[in-house]
Every structure is written in structure tokens, then in C-alpha cells.
Nanobody, 125 residues
């Protein structure tokens, strides 16, 4: 079965950095685009970043551009999200997601077919 497992979340002070990991099993990882989404209790799930199967194409939400970086290691079936200069507004449950890569990257929640359970990131001021 397909499984996505996030790790690396925790509590951090504003301005700090956190690196999330998501390890995937049960699919041909390099054939799948990977993405990160986040959601806090008062908001709908929102797009953060995505990358193509090779890692050569990347897309970021405007709110994180210049602060976050998505990367992947296909030899380890793992996608990462490096988060720098974190702000309280970044506090959320962070999910990784996978979809078979097509012509373009997507920021739409319902396009991604596999999801992890989420890892919590809490940023204090």
C-alpha cells in the first residue's frame, strides 16, 4: 500500500528554521510530483510548494517564496521542505502529497491522490 510519512515538525521561535521530511513507500516515487500543503484550525488547506518527479521543476506559494525550499532525493524516496525565517502565520499542520506527474505542477488540493498524516509546526513570536 502507498504510505507517506512526514517528520521533522516541532516548535520554533519566529525567525527560526525547520526542515520537514516525507518518506514515501508503495509507489514509483520518481514518477510522482510531490507537494507540501498546510492547514491550521481556522483555515482551509493551502498549497505551500511542489516539485516534479525529477526535482527540476518547482512551484511555491507567494507567501513562502524566498523563505521555503522544496527538494527531493529519489534514491531515498524522500521529499523535503526547508523552512527559513518562520513566522507565527506559518503555524499549521503540514502535509505532504503525491500525484502522478503530468504536464505541469499543480497547487490544487484535489489533484493530489496520496497524502501523509501531517506534522505540526508551531512558530512562536
Amino acid at each position: 500500500q502507498v504510505q507517506l510519512v512526514e517528520s521533522g515538525g516541532g516548535s520554533v521561535q519566529a525567525g527560526g528554521s525547520v526542515k520537514l521530511s516525507c518518506t514515501v513507500s508503495g509507489l514509483n516515487f520518481a514518477s510522482y510530483a510531490m507537494a507540501w500543503f498546510r492547514q491550521d484550525p481556522g483555515k482551509e488547506r493551502e498549497f505551500v510548494a511542489a516539485t516534479s518527479g525529477s526535482g527540476s521543476a518547482k512551484k511555491y506559494a507567494d507567501s513562502v517564496m524566498g523563505r521555503f525550499a522544496i527538494s527531493r532525493d529519489n534514491a531515498k524516496d524522500t521529499v523535503y521542505l526547508q523552512m527559513n525565517n518562520l513566522q507565527p502565520s506559518d503555524t499549521a499542520l503540514y502535509f505532504c502529497a503525491a500525484r502522478k506527474y503530468g504536464a505541469r505542477l499543480s497547487s490544487e488540493v484535489d489533484i493530489y491522490e496520496y497524502w501523509g498524516q501531517g506534522t505540526q509546526v508551531t512558530v512562536s513570536s
